[in-house]
Every structure is written in structure tokens, then in C-alpha cells.
Antibody, heavy 116, light 110 residues
């Protein structure tokens, strides 16, 4: 069965970086892309971007350009999302999901808390 | 403010039918990009409910249906059940293939 398992919760100080992992299983990793979505406490979903696991092509949300990098490691079927220069409003649950358009399987979410 | 506009809340009694609208523009939904719908139960990850405007993934009851017309899309839920109480989000794209989410609609089953 398809599963996306994300890394554990993180607490970071403003200005720091965080790297969240998303390990995929149950399907051919390179046949699908990975999208990243975040949700601030009590707020709606925010699309962050996607990466093709086939060729590494990326498409980032304009507001995160320059601060976010998405990568994949095909040898371990793992996707990564790194966010730099963290601010308090980056506090959110970060989700990875399979697919670039239709996202049919989601990870369990990773809470990233940015606090001094 | 989300580019795709949804009503903040809708409600209905068990057994009733409710609809949730998702209004975009000629730059996204109206440009022909597909609309997907997600259901998010409290404390859980979103679940794909409708893809490609009107298609249901395996396992989603046929009480849920989606449609699209012009610059808008709708999610309809018939035979409302208590377990349908959740947040619902629409998603589409813009010309740069960047994802867009609606602000979300909280469904309350009375």
C-alpha cells in the first residue's frame, strides 16, 4: 500500500533552517512527483510547490522563492523540503503528498514551530 | 485572501444535500485547469475527495460529486451524515502551474 512517512516535529529559532523528509513506499517513486503543502495553526492549506521525482524539475510558490528548496533521493525514495530564514509565520504543519496535480496520498504531517 | 473563493461555512441536517462553491477567475479555473476537492477531518491530513472536476477516487461514496462551469466549481454532498462534518478545500492551478487552494469551508452537520 502507498505510504508517505514524514520526519518528526521540529522547533527552530527565527533565522534558522529546517529540512523535512518524506519517505515513500508502495509505488515506483520516480513515476510520481511530490507536492508540499503547509497549514498554519487554525488556517487553510497553502501550496508550497512540487518536485518531479523523475527528473528533479521543481515549481515553487512565488512567495517562497529563494527560501525553499525541494529535492529527492531516488535511492531511498525520499523527498525533502528545506525552508531557510525561518520566521514566526512559518509555524505550520507541513505535508508532503504524491502527485503534481492530483495529490492522492498524503503524509501524516510535520509540525514546525518557529519560536525564539 | 485566497485566489479561489469558498464560503467560510455551510451547514445541513442529516440526510439533506449541501453544496460548496469555489469561485476563481479566467486565470485559473476559467482557463480550463482542473479542480480537485479535499476533505480534512480535525487533526488529520487532507484526503482527496474529487479529482479532475468530477471524478471520485476509489472508496469515496457516490454521495460526493463535483462539477465545474466557467470560472467556478462546486462540490455537492447528498444524504448528509454526521461523519461528513469536516473542512473542505478546492484546488486548481494558474498559468505557471502553481497550485491554488480555496480558503476552505467548514461543514457543520446539524
Amino acid at each position: 500500500q502507498v505510504q508517505l512517512v514524514q520526519s518528526g516535529a521540529e522547533v527552530k529559532k527565527p533565522g534558522a533552517s529546517v529540512k523535512v523528509s518524506c519517505k515513500a513506499s508502495g509505488y515506483t517513486f520516480t513515476s510520481y512527483g511530490i507536492s508540499w503543502v503547509r497549514q498554519a495553526p487554525g488556517q487553510g492549506l497553502e501550496w508550497m510547490g512540487w518536485i518531479s521525482a523523475y527528473n528533479g524539475n521543481t515549481n515553487y510558490a512565488q512567495k517562497l522563492q529563494g527560501r525553499v528548496t525541494m529535492t529527492t533521493d531516488t535511492s531511498t525514495s525520499t523527498a525533502y523540503m528545506e525552508l531557510r530564514s525561518l520566521r514566526s509565520d512559518d509555524t505550520a504543519v507541513y505535508y508532503c503528498a504524491r502527485g503534481l496535480g492530483t495529490t492522492d496520498y498524503w503524509g501524516q504531517g510535520t509540525l514546525v514551530t518557529v519560536s525564539s | 485572501q485566497s485566489v479561489l473563493t469558498q464560503p467560510p461555512s455551510v451547514s445541513g441536517a442529516p440526510g439533506q444535500r449541501v453544496t460548496i462553491s469555489c469561485t476563481g477567475s479566467s486565470s485559473n479555473i476559467g482557463a480550463g485547469y482542473d479542480v480537485h476537492w479535499y476533505q480534512q477531518l480535525p487533526g488529520t491530513a487532507p484526503k482527496l475527495l474529487i479529482y479532475g472536476n468530477s471524478n471520485r477516487p476509489s472508496g469515496v461514496p457516490d454521495r460526493f460529486s463535483g462539477s465545474k462551469s466557467g470560472t467556478s466549481a462546486s462540490l455537492a454532498i447528498t444524504g448528509l451524515q454526521a461523519e461528513d462534518e469536516a473542512d473542505y478545500y478546492c484546488q486548481s492551478y494558474d498559468s505557471s502551474l502553481s497550485g491554488l487552494f480555496g480558503g476552505g469551508t467548514k461543514l457543520t452537520v446539524l
